[in-house]
């Protein structure tokens, strides 16, 4: 196994074990399929990310998170969908 597959998988099991929320997962998988540019990415002032935040806290009290076997079994769909 290579460096580059070990640190994936090593990243791949942090995220398992995260607990996210919708929008989280939303930002993830946005990130995860955008293509590659050369074009830094456009940061959030302070009061985009505080209302982000403020989101996340409001969906996690609500209980709208994903259990590891819901989150592992999206992620590898989104995985499969690129083998195609």
């Given at each position: 196994m290579t460096m580059n597959a070990?640190?994936?998988?090593n990243l791949w099991t942090y995220i398992q074990g995260l607990s996210l929320t919708a929008s989280n997962r939303k930002?993830?998988?946005e990130k995860l399929i955008e293509p590659e540019t050369n074009v830094p990415p456009v940061l959030q002032t302070?009061?985009?990310a505080m209302s982000d935040l403020d989101e996340s806290?409001?969906?996690f009290e609500?209980?709208?998170v994903l259990t590891d076997e819901e989150f592992n079994t999206k992620c590898?769909?989104?995985i499969d969908s690129f083998a195609v």
């Open positions: 070990v640190s994936l998988n930002w993830l998988a302070w009061e985009e806290e409001k969906e609500r209980g709208d590898q769909a989104l």
